[in-house]
């Protein structure tokens, strides 16, 4: 089923919309939550929550692609989730590793004044990314937006670890380079 069509079962309030989104992406939801919280019941607790929230954004909100629009609820809520579950305890997952790799590219402590320039500094990241070549652009966003383990990038693109952990490096050094030159680090 495409996704305007699903979308449209939404907005219809149609109950076959949760059972067609889970068909087309509780995989792809999933294996989201599964790289952020490190466990599967964890993971399928958010991708419930995500259908829910699906539920209730649709008539406000029509989206013209799922996978971006489900995705980011997914990892919102495994985010939180996550957050939740690590102020109790501490380990697993990926992305406390993610983000002290990255922390040497973004600058740090949260600022209520410099909310202008948190949103300068996405638009910022998001216009490097659109830059990368392909293969460069798949190693990024799949270790900084999915938060897959290195182990699991290098296998699905067929590199070794030590390629993928060598791009990753090199690949945030440029972006360090470009945060600089756009007056943003």
């Known amino acids: 089923m495409e996704d305007r069509d699903i979308v449209e079962l939404y907005w219809q309030r149609c109950d076959r919309a949760i059972s067609e989104t889970e068909a087309k992406y509780g995989r792809y939801c999933r294996t ?8 599967w019941e964890d993971s399928e607790e958010c991708v419930n929550d995500t259908w829910l929230r699906a539920w209730n954004l649709m008539p406000d909100k029509r989206p013209a692609l799922l996978s971006p629009f489900l995705g980011g609820i997914t990892r919102n809520l495994a985010i939180s989730m996550y957050r939740r579950k690590s102020s109790k305890k501490r380990g697993g997952g990926e992305l406390p590793l993610a983000l002290e790799e990255l922390s040497g590219c973004i600058p740090s402590g949260a600022d209520p004044q410099r909310e202008y320039e948190s949103r300068e500094f996405a638009r910022a990241i998001g216009r490097f990314v ?10 990024f966003v799949s270790r900084y937006w999915y938060l897959a383990s290195v182990a699991d990038i290098s296998e699905r693109l067929g590199f070794s ?8 490096l090199r690949i945030r050094g440029r972006l360090r380079e470009y945060l600089r030159e756009e007056g943003l680090c």
Do not use: G
Not at 130 to 139: F, G, I, K, M
Not at 161 to 168: A, C, I, P
């Open 32 to 39: 989201l939550a599964f790289n952020l919280l490190n466990s």
């Open 130 to 139: 659109s830059r990368l070549p392909e293969t460069e652009r798949r190693v």
């Open 161 to 168: 670890r030590s390629k993928t952990k060598s791009m990753l």
